[in-house]
């Protein structure tokens, strides 16, 4: 940083050499900017290559027909859907219930392509739109940076975002979920975020909260923002930096952003009644009074300062102390005290698994282990600390900001796997800054060893080792004489306060020159690890974009000595209900398979992924846990005809439904107090061996994954299992087989119609029927929360067979969402 | 069993004979048939039916056109009708085909539909000619009884009648129905018939009315799969730039007995030589079974559904491929290009009920015409491709019950100026030089209010 500036002031004749090197930088750094962008995109693409181009896992099937209906039949369609096709008799609010961002966004990227007559279909623009926001979210993570640490800091923070594995995991092509644009939603508005605090303009801070009402329709993950900002904000007050700045940046973004959100349907009101944006409003009120102070501070007389202040904060605390017991009474009257089951979790990470086991059991909602950390974020785990120190050399306002996200994301990933994502953004920036201070420290220390070298470098564009990192600074360089041509009086003061916080720095840094620089072998050997550590990174990356993020999970493919076998099963099953079944007929499943059922087979179901009537739930899961008839009566209530369970034992497939079972089972106890937990378990473990319980080898779920397994070997051995199974002649009274796919992982089963009565046994059938609809009747009232996010849950493969003891986790298995 | 329909056949048979002498015309009775002779084959769900007709002429005007008669059961199955004549005796024998159309007469008895074959020359009075007539019936086997288990095999019945049906008096007559195998359940008895192997003989009858009538019904077994493609849309684009994309949609279904064994999971197409970048899917993503081996002369893809297919499961979708343009346009004068390909179902013995095959043209193509050797539905659509402006010309060619008979060649003609070829490159190139000067433009224009 310090050779340009040297060589502009100390030889005029060199001023026109100089600007086009700056130039040359800045064509440079774009087109750096352009590679990390193709980078981003391209490394996503693995899954398209290896597999298909294809929507992955559950959710995105959800926003993939979603999409679809919002393609076909237009916004104001969208936005009144009642989907007749889900929570069957129910029915879902679709318009009201979904975030809209991610629609929206890929609808509109159909409509313009199809505008321009480019004829690409919903499904391809889908699978497409994660890497496109990926090499977006690149991009918003390099101007964010560069507000930070400047320009060096920005591209290497850039770089690592482009292919952080955690992000990775949720965006490659096909993974079309909400938290592919969130995160760049999320980016950019801290981006504009610290972009109106470093310049103060009112522009920036209209865009902020755009962008913010961006994130809002795109991903529930935007409370984040609006308690991570009001925390920055009080961080700024408390240690005195308060300016007109920060006003501009916070007061703004609370009003409109508000209203924006309120503007949100799923969100609404929410926006001013619950307790995840209180810290907002709090915050707004005190920068309020803090303002005030500030401006009555300026127009009095110290002296006089000192009585008002006085007088305010005697009568202040009594208003005060009002008003916070006014909104703590209004928080405690609320049932769960105003915060949502997802946030209490985020708070208490063991109130999920005590009260709702319906979060309980997605796997993406436990806490992460060490290995995850280390396999999502990789060597950017060690650098995060070193980054941390250089936010607080010099420590700014925006350099705040960073360590503020880099501390509460790490909180929060350490309570939910599933949050790891938004601690990648803030580890990439933290690390971006480390590697180039350290890119900067070493390099310069190099340069100023080799006196020869060092005089060169003031011509020429640098040694081939520190070349990015001129090239970076020079990108500075030209983005200030830019402004400095335009002179555009917005900039001004950003630019004065640039230019007062570098000039200092670039000062000491010369006259520190001799005292930071390291010994040359110190810092070449340095240099050459940090390059390593930069490729195994690299290596790591791509390896986790090939190996373990790229899986569709709807299709498995398994490599054994002769060959590679493909699982197409789920597919199998679902297009022979789609062509084979009567459109309106409903078929019942665990809720996992619901979202791919209405999405891939166009049939009604009775629970799907999003989970917001637990009572619902739990009826499919008593009903999969009851004797075959108990189970009929339930599912004709239901006007069920067919019932899809999905069955590993023949091929190995471990997350079938025998393994989530533990759920149908729990969720279905939960609400309906005859089904007993105990009565499943021998010796404390879920069995299907010889030593399984009566009730366990009557139940549905039993008899559907096993009825003529038999047949398969002579043997009934179950291969996830690893047993032979416990009872291996039955036959079907209720139900008949219909279809059963090729590894026979999926099987449907259709309802026998009802039998003729008979008189004489009539009387008993009804009381039956009475007796279930009275203890349907004794539910406990509904009680609802937001969505499940879904999506993939790779690295973090918990097995329940490993929990309970039935059997070794198998590792082979495809990635599992449910444990 | 066969009482009953003894019965029935009779009272059918009075009623014919009733309905003649009620409509009797005159031009279609100077002709006469002095010896018929029909061939039924059931060994496929493709009923082929190869009729000969000696045909003479009793009036005294020179005839040109004799007449084939179908009931209209028939009729809504009848994939195609050939006719040929034939000259010469012995070894010496040479066909020629004759022209063959659907005709409307009045006062047809029993909503009896016609066909009309055009003979080469007039048939002078006195004189007879000998026509091979050769059509075909779809889904005219309906599997009894209608659900079978996976082991059972499946039974099916044919429906027809002993007696040919003409407007013409028949002299003599014989039938011949040719089963799949010897597994014959039941069949009606018009005397004299005789059943020997795999074939039952009806006659001969000797001097039948015009429209004389006589139901008989055949109950046998047929094991063969009865595929049917329900509609078949085959887009074929083509693009200048030396490719031709070929898409096909389609809509399988096994019309055999409901949940009947597997119908072979294996259905093989047979492409055009020199094809490239094959796909295969549904609505749902990539189908991963299916093998494609290419020589020079054809190229065979052996797809397997999702699933397979029991009696009565549906399967649909799509097979897309390339072909080296060269291979099918043809020039034919100045700026007239034609393309050549094949009408008719890619995949073997099968049965489309709808088939439509779109030729896209490149945009900027005119004056489509499209020559088809059996009459077809046309018309014209406009079709928005990669950046299209103006929107690209689609002859749509449609067609109902398709067999393999069909596959024969079609051409489209067109006048196309390779001029149109370079379009869409400017226009891209144009499009980014705007995006450019603009860029240069903001970057130079100063817009601040204040200096």
Redesign the interface.
Known sequence: MAAPEASSAAVPTLMTNNTLRNAFGGVLSFFILLLIGVLAFSIRLFSVIKYESVIHEFDPYFNYRVTQFLTKNGIYEFWNWFDDRTWYPLGRVIGGTVYPGLTLTAGTIWWLLNSLNIPLSVETVCVFTAPIFSAFASWATYLLTKEVKGAGAGLTAAVLLAMVPSYISRSVAGSYDNEAVAIFALIFTFYLYIKTLNTGSLFYATLNSIAYFYMVCSWGGYTFIINLIPMHVLLCIVTGRYSSRLYIAYAPLVVLGTLLAALVPVVGFNAVMTSEHFASFLVFIIIHVVALVYYIKGILSPKMFKVAVTLVISAGLAVCCAVIAVLIALVASSPTKGWSGRSLSLLDPTYASKYIPIIASVSEHQPPTWPSYFMDINVLAFLVPAGIIACFLPLSDASSFVVLYIATSVYFSGVMVRLMLVLAPAACITSGIALSQAFDVFTRSIKFQLPGLSSNTEVDAGETSSATKEAQNDAVKTEKAEETSKDRPSRKSKKKEREHVEKPSTKTKAEKKRLLALPLEASVISLLLLVFLGAFYVVHCVWAAAEAYSAPSIVLTSHSHDGLHVFDDFREAYAWLRHNTDVDDKVASWWDYGYQTTAMANRTVIVDNNTWNNTHIATVGTAMSSPEKAAWEIFHSLDVKYILVVFGGLVGYPSDDINKFLWMVRIGGGVFPHIKEPDYLRDGQYRIDSQATPTMLNCLMYKLSYYRFVETDGKGFDRVRRTEIGKKYFKLTHFEEVFTTHHWMVRIYKLKPQKNRIRGKTKKSKSKTSSTSSSKRSERGLFRHGNVFGGKEAQNQFCISSILGLVPCATTGPPKRQI | MEGPIRAREALALTLFSLLFFLSRSSALHDLLISNAERRIDLSSHIVKVYLTLKVENAGSSPASEVVLAFPPSQVDHLATVEALATKGKRKKTTFVRLEVKPTELPDAPNDTKYFTIYLANPLNSAESITLEVLYMLTHSLEPFPAEIGQSESQLVYYRDSALVLSPYHIKQQTTFIKTPSTKVDSFTRVEPTNRAGTEIKYGPYEDHTPYSFSAILVHFENNSPFAVVEELVREVEISHWGNLQVTEQYKLVHAGARHKGVFSRYLLARLPPRVHSVYYR?E??????SHLRTDSRKSELEIEP??PLFG?????FVIGYGLPLQDFLFESSEDRRYVNFTFGCPLMETVVDKLTIKVVLPEGSKDPSAVVPFPVDQHLETK??????VGRTVVVLEKKNVVPGHNSHFQVYYTFKPIFMLAEPLMLASAFFLFFVACIAYLHI?L?I??
Do not use: F
């Open positions: 549904d749902i993503g990539n189908i991963s079974s999702r699933y009565g499961w549906k399967a649909t928005y491709s990669y950046l299209d402006v100063d601040s204040r200096k």
